[in-house]
C-alpha cells in the first residue's frame, strides 16, 4: 500500500526545488558567460529533481519490506528489520550487519502551523504503518 501526504502537503513539498529552479533558470537566461550558464543548468537539474521527491515523498509498504521515499534517497527495510515508528516520525530498524538505523519520515513529519485535517491524516498513515509493522 502507498501513502504519502495530502496533495496541499505534497505540492509544498515541492516548493523546496521548484523555487530555486525557477531562480536559476532566471539567473541563466541573465548569465554573460558559458559557464555560469553551464552551473546556473547543472543547479536547476538538481533542484528539479529536488522538486520531483519532494512531491513523491512518502512510504509504500508491501507484505515483506517498508519503501521511504526521502528528499535525497530511497530506503528499503525488510518488514522483519523494523523495531519500531518513533512519534518522530521515524522507523528505528536493525541493518543486515546488527548495526541498529534510524530512518526518518519526512512526509509525515508535523508542524505547529498545519491545519488539523493535514494532522489527522498524518497521524493516520502513522497508525497504519505501525499497525503494519507489528504483524
Same mark, same amino acid.
Given at each position: 500500500?502507498?501513502?504519502?501526504?495530502? %496533495?496541499?502537503?505534497? $505540492?509544498?513539498?515541492?516548493? $523546496?526545488? #521548484? =523555487? +530555486?529552479? =525557477? #531562480?536559476?533558470?532566471?539567473?541563466?537566461?541573465?548569465? *554573460?558567460?558559458?559557464?555560469?550558464?553551464?552551473?546556473?543548468?547543472?543547479?536547476?537539474?538538481?533542484? #528539479?529533481?529536488?522538486?520531483?521527491?519532494?512531491?513523491?515523498?512518502? =512510504? %509504500?509498504?508491501?507484505?515483506?519490506?517498508?519503501?521511504?521515499?526521502?528528499? $535525497?534517497? %530511497?530506503?528499503?527495510? *525488510?518488514?522483519?528489520?523494523?523495531?519500531?515508528? %518513533? *512519534?518522530? +516520525?521515524?522507523?528505528?530498524?536493525? #541493518?543486515?550487519?546488527?548495526?541498529?538505523?534510524?530512518? +526518518?519520515?519526512?512526509?509525515?513529519?508535523?508542524? +505547529?502551523?498545519?491545519?488539523?485535517?493535514?494532522?489527522?491524516?498524518? *497521524?493516520?498513515?502513522?497508525?497504519?504503518?505501525?499497525?503494519?509493522?507489528?504483524h
Open positions: 500500500m502507498e501513502q504519502s501526504s495530502a %496533495t496541499l502537503n505534497r $505540492l509544498a513539498n515541492t516548493v $523546496l526545488g #521548484a =523555487v +530555486p529552479a =525557477v #531562480a536559476c533558470l532566471a539567473y541563466a537566461t541573465q548569465a *554573460d558567460t558559458a559557464v555560469a550558464r553551464l552551473a546556473a543548468g547543472l543547479a536547476l537539474i538538481g533542484f #528539479a529533481v529536488l522538486a520531483v521527491r519532494g512531491y513523491r515523498l512518502g =512510504v %509504500t509498504y508491501e507484505h515483506s519490506r517498508l519503501v521511504i521515499r526521502g528528499y $535525497l534517497r %530511497t530506503r528499503v527495510i *525488510d518488514r522483519e528489520r523494523i523495531m519500531e515508528i %518513533t *512519534d518522530f +516520525p521515524a522507523v528505528r530498524w536493525t #541493518a543486515r550487519n546488527g548495526r541498529k538505523r534510524w530512518t +526518518p519520515l519526512t512526509a509525515f513529519m508535523t508542524s +505547529p502551523g498545519e491545519i488539523s485535517a493535514t494532522r489527522l491524516h498524518k *497521524d493516520r498513515v502513522i497508525r497504519k504503518l505501525r499497525q503494519w509493522a507489528r
